[in-house]
């Protein structure tokens, strides 16, 4: 038994931090294998907030809602811009 005298340690472990962009490709092929157009669905979403425009398939609703849609905007804009403009 621990001597209530002793302070006691307690080491919370970080929860594993998402990346959006690895968020949007989950979303994309859970979408995809359901048969929907993930670029339409994923607009639809970032646009109305809406969170049934992306399917529950494979967690892909509930991990969209873990970042916000700004999130998802940024990244996706960061990579175009990045693959069309930063070359030249």
């Known amino acids: 038994m621990n ?3 002793h302070t006691q340690f307690f080491k919370a472990q970080k ?3 998402v990346q959006v962009k690895d968020i949007i490709a989950e979303v994309y092929h859970a979408l995809t294998e359901k048969g929907y157009n993930p670029v ?3 607009v639809g979403y970032v646009m109305s907030g809406d969170p049934t425009y ?3 398939h494979k967690g892909a609703r509930s991990l969209v809602m873990k ?3 700004d999130e998802i905007i940024e990244e996706i804009l ?3 811009i990045n693959r069309n403009f930063e070359n030249q």
Do not use: F, G, K, P
Request: aromatic share 6%.
């Open 54 to 56: 992306i399917t529950s």
């Open 78 to 80: 960061a990579d175009y």
């Open 40 to 42: 339409n669905q994923i």
């Open 15 to 17: 929860a594993q931090e």
């Open 67 to 69: 970042v916000e849609r």
């Open 3 to 5: 001597e209530l005298s």
